[in-house]
């Protein structure tokens, strides 16, 4: 009795198909659009966000003091502070500590 060997074609296939299949796996988990990357962009993306926000309050907390400083609304307790510790004043009745 003759055996009868399997034909080459369906082996092949089988063997494209698999290997096509783990490609497009490991492209899903690890490739340049996969669950890793998008983590990854997704942490960066809450980074960035919580340093656009930070730099908005020091933003608002400049333009509130050149708003202070400014011809129209002058806070003279502001502009004092900013004397003392640019030029360093003292004012006649303070003692001085060094």
């Known amino acids: 009795m003759q055996r009868k060997r399997p034909s080459f074609g369906p082996v092949m296939f089988y063997a494209l ?14 490739g340049e659009y996969g ?27 400049i333009e509130n003091r050149t708003h202070r400083l400014s011809d129209a609304y002058l806070d003279l307790d502001l502009l004092d ?3 003392r510790q640019t030029l360093g004043y003292v004012r006649a009745d303070e003692i001085v500590l060094r």
């Not at 890793?36 to 608002?60: G, H, M």
């Open 35 to 61: 669950l890793f990357n998008r983590i990854q962009i997704d942490a960066d993306a809450a980074n960035l966000r919580a340093d656009r926000d930070r730099l908005a309050l020091e933003l608002a907390e």
């Open 17 to 30: 198909a698999g290997t096509f299949g783990t490609y497009l796996t490991f492209a899903a988990v690890q």
């Open 81 to 83: 502070q900013q004397a």
